[in-house]
């Protein structure tokens, strides 16, 4: 019978081990920990993330009970202690770049469709609880925040970085490697006329909303009458400047387009520097902006993202890129099988199966049975006997079945009645003996 893995070690084929191996080494990853080295505890983190482990005993007791899966994984057994020790003291750059090559395995699409040219920017709070007393405070939450690119056409997340929750968030977005021709898109948290005007001078695009106090003059109408959209409708369309000095930080021309959304009737503002695509088209590319948020929030539902299995900041950091790189090796598994589930049925059936010897494509379907093992395959037309009784004065009572209505029970009749062959041989010969006799009277 053909080898089959296990789904974890399906889930992981992507990485290569070379390639992680090198960046183990850049790194000086294993410096600490011989025995546990990087891809032991990347395994054991991948498995914390799928299997929801809310400890280091859940995690160690977990681990180890599935010993004989760990061959092909190129793993073993664990202990919290260890575990605990590379939480705290691997470094976080080697699981970073593991993260970029791992990103860099996803199609990219060469369709110029709008969303493929989309680049999502945002950040999400990560709060965490009075154990990790060096948390730090931004005024709304205690503890960290995770800046994320998000790539809306391939569905691929990318961290920038993970910071303390009171760093500014157009401190990190100014560290995004800007590409011409995409647009950037992110909310009012991201002011920085610098920055903006990096991007139009890379012939890119931006667009976001505008602070309240953000005085700006309309030069010029470019829209007379609504526009409908997708939900929303486009209300105004003008060319605008800055009212004071602000012309002078930011001097390139810029759109601020009204939209009124149609569930809420709430009015919305947004501004941007393309001045060639229609009003519709960048209020569109401003909706899919929720697209990012709601990838925050199926991290955090389905994934460790909450609970830590560690309180330095180390540890937290690992945790969360392990979430990311699972999220991105889930894709990649869903996108190859050609799997017929959403994302978070998929992410549940793997979670259920993890150690089980079945395909990803079929991961839905009962494991195949093997064929070198002999099965009994009885012949439709073929007829079962049962079980022969004789009492003094009647005649032999013997049932018969066809075994193609029921086989299941001829099976196990025959396998039941096997020791006692000889007595319905005997019993069956004495009633035919019987019935000849007897009609030899009645001819007689």
Same mark, same amino acid.
């Given at each position: ?46 498995? =914390? ?6 400890? !280091? ?6 681990? *180890? ?21 590379? *939480? ?41 609880? /009075?154990?990790?007393?060096? =948390? ?17 056409? &391939? ?10 929750? *009171? ?32 991007? +139009? ?75 060639? &695509? ?65 994302? !978070? ?35 439709? *037309? ?16 013997? &049932? ?14 025959? +396998? ?25 009277? /009645?001819?007689?």
């Amino acid at each position: 019978m053909r080898f089959t893995p296990i789904i974890l070690a399906q889930l992981v084929e992507p990485l290569d081990r070379r390639r992680f191996e090198a960046i183990v080494e850049r790194h000086d990853a294993d410096a600490y920990d011989k025995t546990f080295d990087c891809w032991k505890h990347l395994m054991a983190l991948i498995h =914390a993330q799928l299997t929801g482990a809310a400890s !280091l005993r859940a995690l160690e007791t977990s681990w *180890n009970a599935h010993a004989n899966a760990h061959y092909h994984l190129g793993c073993g057994e664990i202990a919290r202690s260890t575990l605990a020790d590379a *939480n705290a003291r691997r470094p976080v750059e080697a699981f970073a770049e593991v993260l970029s090559m791992v990103a860099a395995l996803t199609d990219r699409s060469t369709r110029a469709e709008a969303k493929n040219l989309l680049r999502l920017i945002d950040s999400t709070p990560i709060p965490l609880g /009075r154990v990790f007393d060096w =948390a730090k405070s931004n005024g709304r939450i205690r503890g960290m925040k995770a800046h994320v690119v998000y790539d809306l056409g &391939r569905d691929l997340p990318h961290i920038l970085d993970i910071t303390d929750a *009171n760093v500014n968030d157009a401190q990190i977005g100014r560290q995004i490697e800007i590409e011409p021709g995409l647009t950037y898109v992110f909310d009012k948290g991201y002011c920085h006329y610098g920055w903006w005007s990096a991007i +139009h001078a890379a012939e890119a695009f931006f667009v976001t909303r505008p602070k309240s106090n953000m005085g700006l003059t309309v030069k010029a109408e470019r829209q007379y009458g609504p526009a409908r959209g997708d939900g929303f409708t486009v209300i105004g369309d003008q060319e605008v400047a800055f009212s004071s000095k602000g012309d002078s930080r930011l001097p390139i021309s810029l759109r601020r387009i009204e939209i009124l959304r149609d569930e809420d009737a709430k009015k919305i503002t947004v501004i941007t520097n393309d001045m060639q &695509r229609s009003a519709v088209e960048i209020a569109q590319a401003y909706k899919f902006r929720w697209q990012i948020e709601l990838l925050f929030r199926w991290l955090k539902q389905h994934l460790k993202m909450r609970r830590f299995l560690g309180t330095t900041p180390n540890a937290v950091k690992l945790q969360i890129y392990a979430a990311i790189i699972t999220y991105i090796l889930l894709r990649l598994a869903a996108k190859a099988a050609r799997t017929k589930f959403d994302i !978070l049925r998929f992410s549940e059936l793997v979670a259920v199966f993890l150690f089980d010897r079945r395909r990803l494509a079929a991961i839905d379907e009962p494991p195949p049975t093997n064929p070198s093992r002999k099965r009994d395959r009885p012949n439709p *037309n073929q007829l079962d006997f049962y079980y022969a009784q004789n009492f003094p004065g009647q005649p032999c009572r013997l &049932r018969e079945k066809v075994a193609a209505k029921r086989p299941d029970e001829g099976k196990r009749a025959r +396998h039941h009645g096997s020791p006692h062959l000889a007595a319905i041989v005997a019993s069956t010969l004495s009633c035919a003996v019987r019935m000849s006799r007897l009609l030899k009277r /009645r001819t007689e």
